[in-house]
Each structure stands twice: as C-alpha cells, then as structure tokens.
C-alpha cells in the first residue's frame, strides 16, 4: 500500500505508535491499513474481536471495533485482520468508491 505516516493512539492508558498506509485505487476505491507492533491478536479471537461485547481488557466495554465494522460495512466497505511479518497486527479496510452524485461533472 502507499505512504506510511505514523500516529500514536492512546489505548489502554498508554501511548502505542502505529502505522498508517493507504491507497487509491484506478477504479476510485481506496485501501487503508492501521498497523501496530504489539503482541498481535491470536488467531482464535479474531472473527470475535468485531462482536460488540467481546473485549479481553479488565477495563474494556468491547464496542470500538463493532462500531469500526459497522461504519466501514455501511459505506460498502470491509476490515480484516491481516497477519504482518514479524509481530503486531494490521488492519485492512477496503473501501469502494464513492458514488457520483447525481448531476455532479465526472
């Protein structure tokens, strides 16, 4: 994917830097994947890390990704969970393009 700029997102209390890269696509969809190098998301949790509830913080209610997914699937897009080289996770989001609104030049 393009450029990868970095963020720093507050989770948990702490400070957890990630990576951000994305891409545009020739048919005007676009990719987007958020990176982190963490512990990673075992593989039995991760269809259950978009269930709304399910969290494996002391703290955590569980609703963050559910409401990712739903946005993400509303626009017609979709999230996956992708397996990086080396250690962490990556978040893929895929979403199409947007329609044309009506009557707007092309």
Known sequence: ???QPS???VCAGREV???LSFALHA???ATVEVRDHGTGIPTDRRQRVFEPAFTTKRDGMGLGLAIVENIIRHHG????IVDPAGNGAIFAIALPAPPH???APS
């Open 27 to 29: 048919d005007g969809g």
């Open 17 to 19: 830097p990630v990576e």
């Open 1 to 3: 994917v393009g450029q």
């Open 101 to 103: 609104l009506e009557g």
């Open 7 to 9: 963020a720093r997102v």
């Open 77 to 80: 897009g979709s999230i996956a």
